[in-house]
Every structure is written in C-alpha cells, then in structure tokens.
C-alpha cells in the first residue's frame, strides 16, 4: 500500500460564513425593536451612552485580563473615528428618529444603506459595479418599497423622526467606506471595544446637557432591552458586521441590510404588536434575490 492511499483524507473546513450572515441579520433586524422598547422608558441619548461606555469596558475588560492587547495605536485611533460614526452618529440620530417614527419604518430607511455603499465603494475603493451587482441592488430597493408601500400611506411616522433616520443612514454609510479606505489592522474584537468606548465618551456629555435623567422609567422592558443592545447589539452583532465588511466586502456585506425590512417588521410585529399585511411580505422575494446577485461571486476567467 502507497503512503498516499495510507494517508486519511484530509476533513472538509465547516464554512461558518453562512451562519455568520444569519445571526448577524437576526440581530441588527431585532436591535430595532428593542432601540423602540427603550426609548420608550428611556431618553434615547441616555440608554445609547450608558450601552456604548457598558459594552466597551466588558470589552476591554475582559481583553486587559486576558493580556492579549493586539492593536497599534494608529489603529485605535482609527476605531474611535470608527466608533463616532458607526455608534454615536448612526444611532444617536436614528434613536432619535425611533421616538417618532415605527421600527419597520427605521428598519426600511437604514435598508437603502446597500446603494449608497455600492455607489461610493465604486468610487472610491475600486469595487466593481457590473451589471448582475446593480440589477440585485435595483430588486433589493423593488422588494423594500413593496414592503412599507402601504406603511408610508397611513402617515403616522413624522417628518421629523424620518429626517433623523436619513441623517443616521448617512453616518453607517460613511462609517462602512471609512473602515475599508482606512483598512485597519489588529484585533476586531478589540477594535469594537474602542469604538463602543469612544461613543460612551463622546455622547455620555451630550446626553447629561440635553435629556433628562428623571424621565428615565426602570422597567423589566427596558433592563432586557438594554442587555440584549449591550450583549447582542454594540458586543456581537458589531463584531459580526465588521467581520462580515473584511471577508465579503463592503458591497456584498451591505447587501444583507435589504433584509432588514422583513425581519425587523417580523420582529416588531411578534413583540410590539405593529400591524403586518401579508401583501409586504411578498416584497422578500425581489430582496432574496437581490441578495443573491449582489453577493454571488463572479465566475472565474478561463
């Protein structure tokens, strides 16, 4: 017997990049309903201060027990320009919008995040526009207007809450391009700890000036929204974004943002009892396959 045939055939590597993109959108489709649970009980700026400055220091904490410091400082520095867009801008803003608009509403205008990011990853980091990538983007957009089609008729979200969501689609949008075009190295783990803790810092004295401290209302709603935002929102669901952004890059990975819509609808619909036609559902099928064209790799050239 030949050494080769002796040999025992090497085991195929489980691709964990599927169940990475599910969980990711699990949570950040959910993290709006539960943004819409706290800033009910809670003046948005205060709970968006206190998850930041909580999630960075178990971060960094458990990372300083550890010994494992794997980060320049250039790029912590480049983290917590990262943070203030990402975290303190993005959801500032849009946590501000949530206090008068729905969480399917929310969840629809941060969906647009995957043209704006396809247009400017273009531009400025040389990513390819083909025509299969703009056809998805194009059905992605289709499926997330039939969505919310009926929701913008009815007229109970404000102008002004709507204006607050653009504001905070810009900011992810810069964020993303920001990561790619500046491409930092090290650790992501240790990387979202100082973007956590670069937001708590810098919006912790903007929320003591403007909101009200007395208007917060401790409720077991808002203690376990606040741990799943803390845990699963600012600790894994940005871990998982990041990575997502290094491995499929920043077209592809904003892609999954079309799929927000439906789960966040989904979501608010079991937990807060928003109203759901059975018609916005239908829209999930131009946005998988938006999905799908949009993040497909491209055949390899003879």
Not at 65 to 71: K, N
Not at 179 to 202: D, E, R, T, Y
Request: net charge positive; glycine share 10%; proline share 5%.
């Amino acid at each position: 017997m030949s050494l080769a045939t002796s040999l025992p055939a090497p085991r195929s590597r489980f691709n964990t990049l599927p169940l990475a993109i599910g969980l990711f959108c699990l949570l950040w489709s959910y993290a709006f309903v539960a943004g819409k649970i706290g800033v009910t009980h809670c003046p948005p700026l205060i709970l968006l201060a206190a998850r930041f400055s909580l999630a960075g220091i178990l971060i960094l904490g458990t990372t300083s027990i550890r010994g494992d410091w794997s980060l320049s400082w250039r790029d912590a520095v480049i983290f917590a320009v990262l943070g203030i867009a990402n975290n303190a801008l993005y959801l500032g803003l849009g946590y501000t919008g949530l206090q008068s608009v729905s969480a399917g509403l929310g969840g629809l205008i941060v969906s647009a995040n995957p043209v704006f990011t396809a247009a400017l990853a273009a531009l400025l980091l040389g990513e390819g526009m083909t025509w299969r990538k703009a056809s998805g983007l194009l059905l992605g957009i289709i499926g997330v207007t039939l969505i919310v089609w009926h929701r913008l008729s009815v007229g109970t979200d404000s102008l002004h809450g709507i204006l607050f969501t653009l504001a905070s689609l810009a900011s992810i949008v810069a964020g993303t391009i920001l990561f790619k075009l500046l491409a930092p190295k090290g650790s992501l783990w240790i990387g979202n700890g100082v973007q956590n803790l670069a937001a708590g810092i810098v919006l912790t004295p903007v929320a003591l000036t403007f909101a009200d401290v007395h208007a917060i209302d401790v409720t077991p709603s808002l203690i376990g929204a606040f741990a799943f935002l803390v845990l699963g929102g600012s600790i894994l669901a940005y871990w998982l974004w990041f990575h997502l952004l290094k491995v499929c890059g920043a077209t592809a990975a904003s892609a999954y943002h079309f799929l927000m819509p439906p789960l966040g609808m989904l979501f608010a619909f079991i937990v807060l009892g928003e109203h759901v036609e059975a018609r916005d559902l239908l829209g999930i099928i131009p946005v998988a396959l938006g999905i799908y064209l949009v993040t497909r790799p491209a055949k390899p050239a003879a």
